[in-house]
């Protein structure tokens, strides 16, 4: 597998990680930057119209080395062996196949809130 | 005993109290039904002589129903709100499809309810049940014709009306952004339209939005 990067500028500040579209999105009432249910992750990032968030996807022994914790290590349902980044106007920004109906993913942001740069490992 | 000064202090008072009675009576008259002090009658002297009327180019009349005893209000929250016909019209209207949306939004989380501060009145309630601009909407942005993102100055005058009048749909005058920028709201949203206008949306109601409308895009229309 290859590593996936996109920028992207959703209009709701926010981008979802799910196994599919049609998930319950968890909605962040508290500002946490990052809610997560067992079928899909919230994640908050930059206003679009500061810039783009740039978006990497891969799986986590692929990725560049990071000292530091993930701020969020969970498992996804991934019923359809796929993963997919989506927001309101985009149904797909990334997807990544997955080998498992129930997937690791570790998240890293360099902000709590709105990070402008987003690193997705699964497995 | 009262002096006298204080009993003309009292009737002034009391005097006051009444023009405010009447000057609401006028003002609830004058919405009735939703009808224009313009709208043709039938002229002085006819039998029908100052009832309402239809002429081409106006618009239809139609009876409603007379209140029930004891109408006339609504609860929201805490508090009663006097509601006009024309408000009661609009909204079983904006209930009625507000109920099919929070149904379909409460399978999918049955905890979530909007911000109470986005209907503690009645229009709040209205245009919120009808996902239209909150009820602190008082001045927009004109949106830009194409995808692109707003120039300085416009983002300059998005945050103006953001510490102005607070997020459209909540209130609030903190944008809760690393940049103090209030988040611009396309109205409509782009998943539903062409927007022409933009308002100031704080970053949690921005978030919100974006997650309900997604449900709603890809799950509930399905």
Redesign the interface.
Known sequence: MTIKFADV??????F?IAGA?????????D?TGLIASDECI?V?CL????GDTKITLGPVEELPYRSEAPRFDGMLQTPEHKVIL????T?EILSMDVSETKTRVRIWTN?P??PDDVVIGLG | MESKESTAHRTGWWLAGLRMQLATGRLISASKAGFRPDQPRVPRGNPDGGKWTYEPGYARVHRVARRRAGGGHVRIGNRWHSITLAQEARLAQSTGAMRGALRDVRKLDPKWKPPPQAYSTVEGLISANRAEPGPFAREWVSAPSTNRRLARSEQQEVDRIGRKWGCHRCGTKEPGTRSSSFVGDHQVPKSMGKPTRIYPHCLRCSSSQGGLLSTYLFRVQK
């Open positions: 500028a959703p209009e709701y500040v926010s979802y579209l049609d998930v319950r999105i968890p909605l962040d009432h500002l919230n908050m206003y679009w119209n500061e989506f927001d309101v106007n149904p902000h809130t709105q």
